[in-house]
């Protein structure tokens, strides 16, 4: 494996990855994983399947106790969806467990591209736009997109003026209606 693509997975990969080892101990995890723990902390859920599929590695059961996928959805508490848990076995002398985390996010559900050319959003504002609608704080923002806090900030002034809202709330009712996407269930 080139460092470029070693690079990737660590820092660029918009999935979360955690290498979970028999002792249930996280041995890695890249940078969206990292991010989704300062939000959240990992499920009981994954400890408990973890410490399952060892436990039938142990006993050579894996594929009569686990034959098929292995994955679950959960939904955490300030969270405006639904995030998918998947896990995947590396049998060999030291198995591990390979967790990748995925947000079902609310922006794959609106068309973010119409409205970067409604509004005549740049595309560094679209990203922080797809943000703002995924949930995230400017804090947040500025850790995924490797900038500065006060350049979020300013890129968010620009977008409340090209767009009319004149807070987060008022822009994510105005996205949800255009989108027409029923509100309930958001949390801002």
């Not at 460092?3 to 890249?30: S, Y």
């Not at 994955?71 to 405006?80: A, D, E, L, T």
Request: glycine share 4%; charged share 30%; net charge neutral.
């Amino acid at each position: 494996m080139k460092k470029e693509d070693i690079d990737f997975l660590i820092n660029k990969c918009p999935i979360g990855l955690f290498i979970i080892n028999c002792r249930l101990d996280v041995i890695f995890r890249n940078k969206q994983a990292a991010v989704f723990l300062l939000r959240y902390e990992l499920p009981e859920e994954v400890y408990a399947i973890s410490r399952r599929i060892f436990e039938a590695i142990s006993l050579g059961t894996l594929e009569e106790l686990f034959p098929g996928e292995i994955f679950f959805s959960k939904r955490f508490n300030g969270s405006p969806s639904n995030w998918i848990f998947k896990l995947y076995i590396n049998e060999k002398s030291d198995p591990l467990v390979y967790l990748l985390i995925t947000e079902e996010k609310m922006s794959n559900k609106i068309n973010m591209n119409d409205i970067r050319r409604q509004f005549r959003l740049t595309r560094r504002e679209t990203d922080i736009l797809r943000r703002v609608v995924d949930g995230l704080k400017n804090a947040e923002i500025a850790l995924d997109l490797e900038i500065a806090e006060q350049t979020i900030k300013d890129h968010l002034s620009n977008i409340y003026m090209k767009t009319g809202a004149e807070n987060r709330m008022v822009l994510m009712r105005n996205l949800l209606q255009i989108s027409e996407i029923p509100p309930e269930g958001i949390t801002l």
